[in-house]
């Protein structure tokens, strides 16, 4: 059984996550802030793409004593996993996210990454997780999630990148997009989903809908698949509601 899985984006008027030189990644009120860290509250692992890691020297962390506080009452562990995605180990040994040692960090390579750069990563990481395959077989390490450190719930921070590996692989069960009220323009700019795609409107991945708040001039959209929601999430136990 693989966890239930969420992906939260902040993004622009005109869909983009970054700017096109990617110099600019924090853009998001406050509240989309708070929105991000509720999330983090609620899940046992939070996953991240390695380019995402060292652009925005993001360490995953939890947010403070307040968030502490909300994680134990949502049931969770006292600290989630962060599990950083980096198909062949290039992620740089210089990441923030190395200096964090709040909780453990997992990193998940494929098995034809250079040995070498798997041997560096295993000094930084606490645990390697090797896919089977070249490319990360995102629905296996899911599963390897849940068995290995009981992961019920987990948050996916992007990049567009490896969000598009869990899109296609189906395992995307809910999706949070923070509209922000600001244009970034850019045909190389990043977006909530890049990779490879979907090759026809027909494979396309099909949303519904579930709920839409406006706050100032944000908008915070939930999309669902048509998964059950496990009974943890529909307690809110990873997603308190945007209120
Ligand atoms: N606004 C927002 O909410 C938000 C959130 C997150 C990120 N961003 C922005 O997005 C940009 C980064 O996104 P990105 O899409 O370029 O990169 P990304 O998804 O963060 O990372 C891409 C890297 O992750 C590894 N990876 C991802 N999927 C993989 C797979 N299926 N198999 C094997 N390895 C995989 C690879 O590492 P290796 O190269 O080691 O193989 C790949 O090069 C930044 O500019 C950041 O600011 C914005």
Not at 22 to 45: C, I, K, N, V, Y
Not at 49 to 57: D, M, Q, S, V, W
């Amino acid at each position: 059984m693989r966890p239930y899985l969420r992906i939260n984006m902040a993004m622009s008027a005109d869909g983009k996550v970054a700017t096109a030189n990617r110099a600019a990644h924090t853009f998001g009120s406050p509240r989309d802030g708070r929105h991000l860290h509720e999330l983090r509250a609620g899940a046992d692992a939070i996953i991240c793409g390695a380019r995402t890691i060292e652009e925005t020297g993001a360490t995953l962390g939890n947010g403070g004593p307040r968030f502490d506080a909300l994680r134990l009452r949502l049931g969770r562990q006292p600290r989630p996993v962060r599990v950083v995605v980096s198909g062949s180990a290039s992620i740089s040994p210089d990441a923030a996210l190395w200096g964090d040692r709040s909780s453990p960090i997992v990193a998940w390579v494929g098995a034809s990454a250079p040995r070498r750069r798997v041997e560096v990563l295993s000094r930084l990481a606490d645990e390697i997780w090797m896919s089977p395959g070249d490319d990360i077989d995102v629905k296996a390490g899911l599963r390897w999630l849940a068995k290995t450190h009981h992961v019920r719930d987990a948050l996916l921070e992007g990049g567009g990148f490896l969000n598009d590996a869990f899109f296609r692989a189906g395992v995307v069960d809910e999706l949070h997009l923070t509209w922000c009220p600001l244009l970034m323009g850019g045909a190389k700019a990043p977006t909530a989903a890049d990779g490879l795609g979907f090759a026809s409107i027909a494979q396309a991945k099909r949303l519904r809908l579930d709920s839409i708040k406006r706050h100032g001039d944000e908008l915070f959209l939930v999309y669902r698949s048509r998964r059950k929601q496990p009974r943890t999430a529909a307690v809110q136990g990873g997603c308190p509601p945007v209120s």
